[in-house]
């Protein structure tokens, strides 16, 4: 490695300002090559771009201003005083993404493996506040090996920093972290604390502590994909919003997903022109969703009805499959969309399915983003492991994030709504501006063959034949509570809609909404349910 002492110096009494800018542009190509074509290729060889090649393709061509590209370590010891490479392993700056700027750091994985230390910490640390007095999105593209050993407690230091950063930028602007790499112990909290996660797949992992040390404690063998790839953050623990096959692909998706985003929270998001008419109506909507409610269907299919062009990006698509949160645009506008999905354990709502709507409803409240929710839920899953693993809590998140929640917010009820499940599912009666439903919707305490076997259990058992006396007072139940103009009768919902008019009614609604404004009390903060 060649450090600027090695490289010819000009005389400080004689140099020209030709001679200088000269010297400056050795040493600019110097930072700019990094360690050397070796380590490129070994970067290469492993399936993953260099750090400046990443940020190349998230930035518009061209756009990208560099910070601190000719900053090294001050540390000694082990070696390292003779180890001193520009940018110290991250290369940060700003860029514009479709013309918006977007604040971005990137480990170089070639340069101490894109290990964290004082000074690569102490750059980060400066983008980040860069970031939020500006007021645009940051995006984090993450490659590293963690806290840089030999510099010590001084690593880990930074690492707090960066947390302490995260929580403060919490709300105030986006923060999308990219897992292009290992990311490991205390490095993941970082992610963690971000508004979204996207991995890629067999380069990726995060985990807290690895497979030797899981083996050690617990006996347990496991890859490290196995413990914290990208699948597994994607399908199993929730930790991965998105999960790509290769870094191109991902990139893009994360320039897609800004596209959809405000620059910070005093601002709305891009809204673009439609062309997708808004009077669009839909037939096919009276076939998709069947009138029987044991009959299960896919919610997406009906998102895709609604929305622009049947164009959306699911959040978290693959974790808590019984529940959809999506991002896409009505009229231009973008919207957060929360759907029950009969597809996958009928859309009844549990603990995980909870956990995820309601971060995905704090999201969008955050970044002025309007709610739409679509309801076709049977009640909360019912077992000994949900009651037992805290189903009244989690729930209770929920809840909690749509009652807070001052964006606009429309709730459209498709099928049933049953229960609890219905409260939560942003119902009139905790704050949703608007309440619409389709002439197929059910809403009561519980279906009506439960509430038949309640209220009526005593006739139907004392009856020559208890089948036909049940079904009778099922179609009793049904005739008196669960018709489709029961709550709209007392003002439970606003209107009984054509199935086929719903992308003009939510259009115009959200057009009325534009302007909606609503005070919270004067808090300090609330306190969440956990």
């Known amino acids: 490695m060649t450090v600027l002492n090695d490289l010819p110096r000009v005389s400080a009494d004689t140099a020209s300002?030709?001679?200088?800018?000269?010297?400056?542009?050795?040493?600019?190509?110097?930072?700019?090559?990094?360690?050397?074509?070796?380590?490129?290729?070994?970067?290469?060889?492993?399936?993953?771009?260099?750090?400046?090649?990443?940020?190349?393709?998230?930035?518009?061509?061209?756009?990208?201003s560099e910070v601190e590209?000719?900053?090294?370590?001050?540390?000694?010891?082990?070696?390292?005083?003779?180890?001193?490479?520009?940018?110290?392993?991250?290369?940060?700056?700003?860029?514009?993404?479709?013309?918006?700027?977007?604040?971005?750091?990137?480990?170089?994985?070639?340069?101490?493996?894109?290990?964290?230390?004082?000074?690569?910490?102490?750059?980060?640390?400066?983008?980040?506040?860069?970031?939020?007095a500006a007021g645009a999105p940051l995006v984090?593209?993450?490659?590293?090996?963690?806290?840089?050993?030999?510099?010590?407690?001084?690593?880990?230091?930074?690492?707090?920093?960066?947390?302490?950063?995260?929580?403060?930028?919490?709300g105030v602007i986006p923060q999308i972290s990219v897992m292009l790499g290992p990311c490991?112990?205390?490095?993941?909290?970082?992610?963690?604390?971000?508004?979204?996660?996207?991995?890629?797949?067999?380069?990726?992992?995060?985990?807290?502590?690895?497979?030797?040390?899981?083996?050690?404690?617990?006996?347990?063998?496991?890859?490290?994909?196995?413990?914290?790839?990208?699948?597994?953050?994607?399908?199993?623990?929730?930790?991965?919003?998105?999960?790509?096959?290769?870094?191109?692909?991902?990139?893009a998706e994360v320039r897609y997903l800004l596209s959809m985003l405000p620059q910070n929270n005093r601002e709305f998001p891009p809204c673009v022109p439609c062309t997708d008419p808004p009077a669009r109506t839909s037939q096919r909507?009276?076939?998709?969703?069947?009138?029987?409610?044991?009959?299960?269907?896919?919610?997406?299919?009906?998102?895709?009805?609604?929305?622009?062009?049947?164009?959306?990006?699911?959040?978290?698509?693959?974790?808590?499959?019984?529940?959809?949160?999506?991002l896409a645009r009505l009229g231009g506008q973008v919207v957060g969309i929360v759907a029950n999905q009969p597809q996958s354990l009928a859309g009844v709502l549990d603990i995980e399915a909870s956990e995820k709507a309601a971060r995905f409803v704090q999201m969008c409240d955050a970044f002025n983003i309007p709610v739409i929710t679509l309801v076709d839920v049977p009640g909360f899953l019912p077992g000994v492991g949900q009651e037992h693993e805290g189903?009244?809590?989690?729930?209770?998140?929920?809840?909690?994030?749509?009652?807070?929640?001052?964006?606009?917010?429309?709730?459209?009820i498709l099928r049933k709504a049953y229960g609890g499940a219905y409260i939560?599912?942003?119902?009139?009666?905790?704050?949703?501006?608007?309440?619409?439903?389709?002439p197929t919707n059910e809403i009561a305490v519980m279906g009506a063959e439960g509430a038949a076997n309640v209220i009526f259990r005593r006739r139907i058992a004392e009856a020559?034949?208890?089948?036909?006396?049940?079904?009778?007072?099922?179609?009793?139940?049904?005739?008196?509570?669960m018709h489709p103009y029961y709550a709209a009768e007392r003002g439970l919902v606003d209107d009984v809609i054509d199935p086929a008019g719903t992308r003009q009614v939510l259009i115009d609604s959200l057009a009325m909404l534009r302007t909606k404004h609503a005070d919270l009390p004067s808090r300090k903060h609330g306190n969440p349910p956990q």
Not at 38 to 53: D, F, M, N, V, W
Not at 144 to 162: D, F, K, N
Not at 217 to 246: C, K, P, R, W
């Open 391 to 412: 189903i009244i809590r989690h729930g209770a998140k929920l809840l909690y994030a749509y009652c807070n929640a001052t964006v606009p917010r429309i709730s459209l």
């Open 69 to 132: 590209q000719l900053r090294r370590h001050r540390a000694t010891g082990f070696g390292l005083e003779a180890r001193k490479p520009y940018t110290d392993g991250v290369v940060t700056g700003w860029g514009t993404v479709e013309g918006r700027t977007v604040f971005v750091y990137a480990h170089d994985f070639r340069i101490f493996g894109g290990a964290l230390g004082e000074a690569h910490a102490t750059k980060i640390h400066k983008i980040m506040d860069m970031a939020v």
């Open 464 to 481: 020559e034949d208890p089948e036909a006396m049940r079904e009778r007072m099922v179609k009793e139940y049904k005739a008196e509570l």
């Open 184 to 251: 490991a112990g205390g490095a993941a909290y970082s992610p963690a604390l971000t508004d979204f996660v996207f991995m890629v797949r067999e380069t990726s992992q995060m985990f807290i502590t690895g497979p030797d040390v899981v083996k050690a404690v617990t006996g347990e063998e496991i890859t490290q994909n196995g413990l914290g790839g990208a699948d597994v953050h994607a399908e199993t623990s929730g930790v991965a919003h998105f999960a790509y096959d290769d870094e191109e692909t991902c990139i």
């Open 140 to 170: 984090s593209l993450n490659d590293g090996a963690g806290a840089r050993i030999q510099e010590g407690v001084s690593a880990l230091a930074g690492y707090g920093g960066i947390f302490q950063r995260n929580t403060r930028a919490s």
């Open 424 to 438: 939560v599912m942003d119902s009139q009666s905790i704050g949703a501006d608007l309440t619409y439903a389709w």
């Open 285 to 326: 909507l009276l076939d998709l969703v069947p009138a029987d409610g044991n009959r299960p269907y896919d919610m997406t299919e009906v998102i895709g009805e609604i929305v622009d062009d049947g164009d959306f990006l699911q959040v978290h698509e693959r974790w808590a499959r019984n529940i959809i949160c999506a």
């Open 17 to 64: 300002a030709r001679e200088r800018v000269a010297e400056l542009e050795m040493v600019r190509a110097e930072a700019l090559a990094g360690p050397g074509r070796k380590a490129t290729e070994a970067q290469h060889a492993k399936g993953k771009l260099t750090a400046r090649e990443r940020i190349g393709l998230l930035l518009d061509p061209g756009s990208f």
